[in-house]
């Protein structure tokens, strides 16, 4: 199984940008479907991103699309998560995961088995 760790995470002002980076070890990254999810205390996680495993198709909640980018270097074992024009609103924790390739279902959303710790962001208004 592979092991994520995300960093990148922070305190950024309205309109600002951060990058998140999700370090991937134990398999190579070309075996997976790479996403990132985000959630608030008390609420349910949510999809933000995902790229298919050779970095063709990228897909992206109506919510950052436009504002996000989520690619993936397979040689370094690694996935980012571009944000800009970040609001108060994306203030979450943010989680790196992983969907065996042949299991990410687009449609749903779903099929991510292997997930990061997770790496705070906070947009002060």
């Known amino acids: 199984q592979v092991q994520l760790v995300e960093s990148g995470g922070g305190l950024v002002q309205a309109g600002g940008s951060l990058r998140l980076s999700c370090a991937a070890s134990?398999?190579?990254?070309?075996?997976?479907?790479m996403g990132w999810f985000r959630q608030v205390l008390g609420k349910e996680r949510e999809f933000v991103a995902a790229?298919?495993?050779?970095?063709?198709?990228?897909d992206y909640a109506d919510s950052v699309k436009g504002r996000f980018t989520i690619s993936r270097d397979n040689a370094r074992n690694m996935v980012w998560l571009q944000m800009n024009s970040l609001k108060a609103e994306d203030t979450a924790v943010y989680y790196c995961a992983a969907a065996l390739k042949g299991y990410y279902d687009r449609r749903a959303r779903t099929g991510f088995s292997s997930w990061g710790q997770g790496t705070q962001v906070t947009v002060s208004s």
């Open positions: 790229i298919t495993w050779a970095g063709l198709t990228t």
């Open positions: 134990g398999r190579a990254l070309s075996s997976y479907a």
